[in-house]
DNA sequence: TTGATAAACCGAAACGTTTCGGTTTCTGAC
DNA sequence: GTCAGAAACCGAAACGTTTCGGTTTATCAA
């Protein structure tokens, strides 16, 4: 079928370690180099990846699992991923769990029989069982946007605390004492720190326990829908609603619009993630904006060195922890001081 | 460092012929077979599949090569395909070359090293130039949302011609008679179609073509806001909008929002794709929605089977068509007789 | 029990690389 | 021209499967 070494290597007269010796950076006299590049040219050769990584048990592929690759955070995070380990010659396999921890365990078992030489994983079994056996073998795996406790791998996660903590504080410069929040299910982590960062800067600030009604939306869209329409239900009515995450952000927002409630003048509300979507809302959406590409960077960085220093002593597990920023529209109202 | 085939025969007593015929379902007394998965299960082996992609040149790996993992379309349609996919035992690696006509080639050769066993593709270079080298392999392409003459292979594309006659007759049901159409490049075979269906039913509404204006928005998020601009602009005040696809939908909609114009009051708008998003905005978005499930699953049923048959006498190329549908919305405002 | 037929089983060779230890060729100082 | 040391080169073995042809074992009718 295709050519092999052994072809390049009868072309050229030359030897087959020679010949593998050239693909690998070795030296090889000028005069060789030109005579196997020829040959390459003539024979169409090409190497093939498969055998190189039975012999050398690494197969330069990166498995990724993620809850849901409709995510938006998700995509944009495996999107960078994608450009840097295509650079240094690693591909990507993505399974996408669908937010299901039998699926999830599933792909990554899949993934280690594929010999995978690493995994990014976003975790959904939020005891981390999945990656037990992954683990055992060795290979690296880095967390994105979740810790999990007990199980010792790099993470690289959002200043949550302080991204929401921020919100409320925006909040409150414009006049807002009376907040809702929707929150996502307290088993991630990463949810937990949210609703932490909005208690803490609610006390704070001085804002009463009573005035901050907060309900959890379960990351979905039809999540976010049904926990805004619970908060505005209460008896407290806040004048101020903070979303923490995307699908819940754009399921809140539609059902707000439904409910025919005017943002800001009914309400004002601060999303998550997507600055298009935010700057396509009219009024354009108040959103906090995560860092992406850096935390693409940054994970991606991490998983290279693991890989390099494969073999030495495994130094500790490292934590990056990555600010988000506030990108204002106008979806905020300032509040005069004698209407509360 | 981990159990191979070997281990489990020397476990067992049996022979390696017989393990292996275990794990590709052969005939195995039940006596040795419980013996077998009890070895298995004792010494945690796991299937190479490093080892057996080399021997059987079947990977089952299938690579992906897209212009963009951040368009919506791209991703949906992804999606489902690694759901069925992974169901059927295959991995998929995506290459995301960002509308780059060198990175899609690159990311071709890419997956021929890795020796995956066919080909998706919505393809960036019209011409076709990047698939050559891969289709001499004999491994099966198929191409979606967008042909190539030239180029025998399979296609799944959504009926683009309908998708924009139907938006057309939509408005023109409602009055309208002067209309706007923001199109893609016309290198790509869908925004072709696309135009192409704007035209064919303007002419058949009787609308003359002097009040068809039409601007080429790149199908990047910024055309999109520039060619709204433009056809604004000019000296034909369309009463309808119709944008061919969802970035330019996104670009054109933020763009309207920062000019004052209300949507429909001031200018009625179809966008494209992206359900969600359009149920975000306010008021709804009227949209043309692609089937990315359908696509999805003719495109993985086409080459799954091509995959089958390699060895087989090939036969021709098939075309798969499939309609998209009207999503309204409430961005088509309906016009009175008097006031054209 | 026997014999014929089918079902299970077996070991060796092969897939296309990398790597190891050993051999040849080059280089340059004398 | 010689020699030592370095640089280049070499073939064979190995990685963990599948597959081929051939052998053993089971099955069952007579």
Redesign the pocket.
Known sequence: ??A???DI?NET?????????Y??GG???PG?REKIEAAIEKLH?E??ET??G????RTRTIGVVIPELQNMFAAKVICHMEDILLKHGYAMIVCDCRTDRKREREAVEFLKKRRVDALFNIPVDNEGGHLKSFLKTGRPVVLIDREIKGIACDTVCTDNFRAIADAVRLMAANGHRRLGMITGPQEISAARERLRGFRSACEELGIAEADCVTACGDDTMEGGARAAEEILAGEKHPTGMIISNYSMTVGAIIRLNEMGISIPEDLSVIGFDNINFAKAMNPVLTIVDQPETLIAEAAAELLLKRIEAAGDEAEGARHVVIPARMVEGRSVRKIRGEEK
Chains 1, 2 share one sequence.
């Open positions: 079928m295709s092999t070494m052994k290597a007269g030359l030897g087959l370690a020679t010949i593998s010796s693909f690998n030296n090889v006299r060789n050769y190497i093939n055998a190189r039975l012999k050398t048990d």
